[in-house]
């Protein structure tokens, strides 16, 4: 009697407990991801409520730069506005490159770069910079465990079920990843 309840005890708890195991590690990678999300999220708002504060310091010595300006402010509604992860990161893209093109213009005005105000503003944005890349790093390797994890037996077989779907990398635009061309 005892070997055929230990029986019944392998035959049927066995496969309860993998299944209870991979639900709840699809949980806590799935809960992993979001709450990275989450931090990018928050770096991205902190950056985009610096970009006011910025524009305005600019606008007082580059009045004549108007396209550039209104191309950082758009931008920064853009990323405002954007509900999933996939526009959000498309519209942070947007940031950086119209931040570097307002940086570019700041070149040209050395008592701009000198204004206490706009290096405070420039260092600062240059911090969340930083840990935007680290956190999107983190993030991606996140998405990559979440994903391999519902693509690999025998959990491919519950993920749909419980309603796991992959999640989208943070990836750079297309048009960045091409390295600058040089010529002499």
Known sequence: ???????LLILFGVPIFIVIYIYNRLISLRNSVDETYSQIDVLLTK???LIPNLVETVKGYAKHEKSVLENVTASRASLI?????????KASEMISSALKSLFAVVENYPD????????DLQSQLS????????????????VRDYNILQETFPANFFAQTFGH???????IISEKKEPPKVSF
């Open 81 to 89: 506005s954007a509900k999933d992860p996939g526009d959000k990161f």
């Open 47 to 49: 950056r985009a409520d």
């Open 127 to 142: 911090e969340i910079e930083t840990e935007i890349a680290q956190t999107r790093m983190f993030y991606n390797k996140k």
């Open 112 to 119: 701009l770069k000198a204004d206490s105000n706009f290096r």
């Open 165 to 171: 779907a992959r999640r989208q990398f943070y990836e």
């Open 1 to 7: 009697m005892p070997i055929i309840i230990l029986f």
